[in-house]
Nanobody
Framework: QVQLVESGGGLVEPGGSLRLSCVASGRTFSSYVLGWFRQAPGEERKFVATITRSSHTKYYSTSVKGRFTISRDNGKNTVYLQMNSLKPEDTALYYC????????????????WGQGTQVTVSS
């Protein structure tokens, strides 16, 4: 089992940047596929990015591709989401998630979730 704790959210102006971090407990971090999802008020939880165990493969949603970068440091049990050129429509609660299966855009595939960190993009 793994516990996930996100941090790094906040208020940023349009065009700004933030880096989210998600630290996992446990000694098997490298065995998990990791993902970032987000949920805006009144909307479903949506896929943002995912990264495989060795960082060999990364997938991004169309809305963030080219602006966001997912990475992981297995030695630090941490996954990151670097967010650049932020837009007001990026405002949401961002969640880190993990599963021991395959990299997927489907939140149902992920077994473990953090509590979320709020990102607000506004002038």
């Amino acid at each position: 089992q793994v516990q996930l704790v996100e941090s790094g959210g906040g208020l940023v102006e349009p065009g700004g940047s933030l880096r989210l971090s998600c630290v996992a407990s446990g000694r098997t971090f490298s065995s998990y596929v990791l993902g970032w999802f987000r949920q805006a008020p009144g909307e479903e939880r949506k896929f943002v990015a995912t990264i495989t165990r060795s960082s060999h493969t990364k997938y991004y949603s169309t809305s963030v591709k080219g602006r966001f970068t997912i990475s992981r440091d297995n030695g630090k049990n941490t996954v990151y989401l670097q967010m650049n050129s932020l837009k007001p429509e990026d405002t949401a609660l961002y969640y880190c998630a993990a599963n021991q299966g395959v990299a997927s855009t489907d939140p149902e595939v992920y077994n473990y979730w953090g509590q979320g960190t709020q990102v607000t993009v506004s002038s």
